[in-house]
């Protein structure tokens, strides 16, 4: 079984930054991607990044480039998602995922593709 935990969420103001860390345990995860969703209020939950297990091939939603990094120094480390310059609708309740993968690594952008979630943590941005 695979267990994923986020924290670092909080209440910021626009521009404001915060760092969300996903820990992930349970399993060997070489052969897993890492993703970071959010749901805002009232919404349907969407794609925000995409990280392999070793830490390469980022990938981001358009509405964050730029302003957000995923990363991860190895593999035994947890994910980060370090969000800067902050907007009101960046506000929503964040989720750390995990899927297998191939070869081949796409952009997996729908939460359907994904297998295992955590409990999430919520963000909030004040204008």
């Known amino acids: 079984q695979v267990q994923l935990v986020e924290f670092g969420g909080g209440s910021v103001h626009a521009g404001g930054s915060l760092r969300l860390t996903c820990a992930a345990s349970?399993?060997?995860?070489?052969?897993?991607?890492l993703g970071w969703f959010r749901q805002p209020p009232g919404k349907e939950r969407e794609f925000v990044a995409q990280?392999?297990?070793?830490?390469?091939?980022?990938r981001y939603a358009d509405s964050v480039k730029g302003r957000f990094t995923i990363s991860r120094d190895n593999a035994n480390n947890p994910v980060y998602l370090q969000m800067n310059s902050l907007k009101p609708e960046d506000t929503a309740v964040y989720y750390c995922?995990?899927?297998?993968?191939?070869?081949?690594?796409?952009?997996?952008?729908?939460?359907?593709?994904?297998?295992?979630w955590g409990q999430g943590t919520q963000v909030t941005v004040s204008s």
């Open positions: 990280i392999s297990w070793s830490g390469g091939s980022p």
């Open positions: 349970g399993r060997s995860f070489s052969s897993y991607v």
């Open positions: 995922a995990a899927r297998r993968v191939g070869v081949a690594l796409p952009t997996f952008t729908d939460p359907s593709e994904y297998s295992y």
